[in-house]
């Protein structure tokens, strides 16, 4: 459905960088269950990342960069993603981390010669769609994973429940580190 909605006239450029930045995170590794972290200030560049990582199999953990660095450090040490897209302007306020640093900005023309084509993943239902963090108020935040299903049923559900005007805007008002 997805890929069916992106190839329509006004996404097709959108579904064109998605796909490339997912071919390109497929050389890096992800695929089924492989966490991604993301790092990005509201932009499209955020829809094509979270959009190219979910194509290319993966799990995104979501970091706002205005999250304290303390909690930015945990969450990358604890998801231990395999790589981290964010911004070049983001770079400094980064802690350190194992993963590869992608910068969508920085690094857009190496990701640009990948296909724009829609990329082939062997991710099913009950794999990882994504990872978020809890608050941490009753200690240490904790990774919870959503796998593709539950975030499928509660779509499926909302789009039973309520009309198209009344969840209008929804997810543009919320932040992507909170559940659907």
């Known amino acids: 459905l997805v890929t069916f909605c992106l ?20 050389t890096l590794g992800v695929g089924p ?12 560049a955020l829809v094509v990342g979270l959009l190219g990582i979910l194509k290319a199999g993966g799990a995104y953990v979501p970091l706002d960069p205005a999250y304290p660095p303390e909690r930015v450090a945990l969450m990358l040490a604890d998801g231990e993603p395999l790589v981290l897209l964010t911004q070049a302007a983001l770079l400094p306020t980064l802690p350190a981390s ?13 990701i640009a010669q990948q296909p724009a ?7 099913a239902a009950n794999n990882l769609a994504y990872i978020l963090y809890t608050s941490g108020s009753t200690g240490r935040p904790k990774g919870v994973e959503i796998e593709h299903h539950s975030a499928a049923a509660l779509i ?20 992507i580190c909170f559940d659907l």
């Open 7 to 26: 190839e329509m006239a006004p996404y097709q450029e959108l579904n064109a960088q998605a796909n490339q930045l997912a071919h390109y995170l497929q």
């Open 33 to 44: 269950d492989v966490p991604v972290g993301i790092c990005l200030e509201r932009s499209a």
């Open 98 to 110: 194992a993963a590869q640093v992608l910068c969508l900005d920085r690094d857009w023309p190496t």
């Open 117 to 123: 084509t829609n990329p082939s993943s062997a991710v």
């Open 156 to 175: 499926d559900w909302t789009r039973q429940v309520f009309t198209q005007e009344e969840i209008a805007g929804t997810l543009a008002s919320t932040s």
